[in-house]
């Protein structure tokens, strides 16, 4: 297995909401452990960023509980779907990946819209678990119920055999 991970739209212009905002810390541990755990793998770390946050705004920013290399991919998108109408597949496929593991905002929208592109590419797909958001609090729980997931634990043996 080949893995990426996919952190989707963890932006300023999205994240504003005060129920939101009591989730980032605990969903951006997970999401920068894994994130870590991939760079050191020497895996891809794709920054995916939604053109609606005012692409070269402060809006447009990944928020800066995100921690971000320099190594890190970086695709810019107009749809829910972060492969429709971009270069991520390619760059998938360029970086010899198989599997992906998405994770980040919003749950019910390009998080799981992004998962269905995955598997219609022939990617294999996860969510990471504890590492999205939703707009609406039951949202997480839904995809939680209707896709797979991938925890820490399981992402960390991948990498080891990777």
Not at 69 to 83: G, H, M, Q, T, Y
Request: glycine fraction near 6%.
């Amino acid at each position: 297995m080949k893995p990426a991970i996919l952190i989707i739209d963890m932006q300023q212009a999205f994240l504003y909401h005060p129920r939101i905002q009591s989730e980032v810390p605990g969903a951006c541990e997970y999401i920068n452990a894994v994130a870590d755990m991939f760079r050191e793998a020497g895996r891809p770390v794709v920054i995916v960023q939604d053109k609606d946050g005012g692409e070269g705004t402060p809006g447009y920013e990944v928020i800066p509980e995100v921690k971000l290399a320099e190594s890190d991919l970086r695709i810019s998108k107009a749809w829910n779907n972060s492969f429709w109408r971009t270069d991520l597949e390619q760059l998938l496929r360029e970086q010899d990946t198989d599997f992906v593991v998405v994770c980040g905002f919003a749950a019910e929208h390009c998080v799981t819209f992004t998962f269905n592109g995955a598997v219609e590419r022939d990617f294999g797909a996860a969510i990471l678990q504890k590492g999205i958001i939703g707009e609406h609090p039951d949202s997480v729980a839904a995809v939680y119920r209707d896709r797979s997931l991938i925890s820490y634990s399981v992402i960390r043996a991948i990498l080891k055999s990777a």
